[in-house]
């Protein structure tokens, strides 16, 4: 158990470094505005998503989201952390339980990292942005991220195709004969090569494998090793994201705050007006909302 989790801290620590480096790297200043997540379940089932803030594992949240349901996040100016979905879940009355995937701890509200293989949306707030969707930990569900109204680059990242129907038979995770995961190499094998660390602990030396670049065909804007930060990581500027479970990159999504609809659009340009969106759309953050735990709020 103690090898499972200082592996898994490993994979946590590699991927959120990543981010803070690039921040630094390009002189970021924290920001003094708070900003806000959606986050929505578009999968045909009941997800439990998970919410950790860098550097303070043993407090997180968590909490249920059916089917087609939506929740709010309020983060605070500068925040990093990261979000996920817990699968096949069963919690009792005081809030204490099991998960088939993505569990961190055995209450409702996290108390340690996720233990692969799941699959991650991580973050670094600040005056710029800096957002990934990562399979370095495996792959659960498909998540993607939307930027809302932003400045600069605002691609619309995540991994929208699902890995389950085409995992390797060693990274495979089943239940009752049906794959509920994929791990990744370096949880299924935990090598340095794979894991990218001792002599493979740089980008020059640790490279894509066949693993990960089996990730990339399926997820190609999405993190599919430790070291995959070209394309994957995007900076950015905006007030609201919306992070979406079982959607696709191509789907629009909207957000209604202050009476108004402001949809994410095609990448460096300004959001779209009400009219003229056509098609179908995803619409989300309906003005008729209850508090959940002070930052949290679910329609």
Not at 6 to 32: C, E, K, Y
Not at 46 to 52: D, K, R, Y
Not at 168 to 189: H, N, P, T, Y
Not at 279 to 286: E, K, M, Q, R
């Amino acid at each position: 158990m103690a090898q499972i989790l200082g592996r898994h801290l490993h994979l946590f620590m590699l991927s959120s470094v990543l981010i803070l480096q690039i921040a630094m790297a390009a002189g970021q200043n924290t920001s003094t505005e708070a900003k806000s997540f959606t986050l929505v379940n578009n999968c045909n089932e009941t997800i439990w998503p998970g919410i950790l803030t860098r550097g303070n594992n043993s407090n997180g949240y968590g909490f249920a989201l059916q089917q087609g349901q939506t929740a709010f996040y309020n983060a605070t100016a500068g925040w990093s952390g990261r979000m996920w979905a817990r699968t096949g879940c069963s919690f009792d009355k005081n809030g204490t339980g099991t998960c088939q995937t993505g569990s961190c701890g055995t209450s409702i509200n996290c108390t340690v990292p996720s233990n692969p293989p799941n699959t991650i949306a991580e973050f670094t707030l600040g005056d710029v942005d800096f957002y990934d969707v990562s399979l370095v930990d495996g792959f659960n569900l498909p998540i993607v991220i939307s930027p809302i109204d932003g400045k600069g680059n605002c691609s619309i990242a995540g991994c929208d195709g699902d890995l389950r129907q085409n995992c390797s038979s060693g990274l495979a995770v089943k239940s009752d004969e049906k794959v509920i995961a994929c791990r990744s190499a370096c949880d299924a094998f935990n090598t340095d090569e794979y894991c990218c660390r001792g002599a493979y602990a740089d980008p020059v030396a640790c490279l894509p494998t066949n693993y990960s670049r089996s990730f990339k065909q399926v997820c190609p804007a999405a993190a599919s090793y430790a070291f995959d930060d070209s394309i994957s990581i995007i900076t950015c500027s905006a007030s609201e994201y919306v992070v979406t479970f079982c959607a696709s990159r191509n789907q629009k999504v909207c957000s209604y705050h202050d009476n108004k609809l402001v949809c994410n659009t095609s990448k460096g340009s300004k959001a779209s007006p009400l009219g003229g969106l056509g098609g179908w759309i995803l619409v989300l953050a309906l003005p008729l909302t209850y508090n959940l735990k002070m930052k949290f709020y679910i329609s």
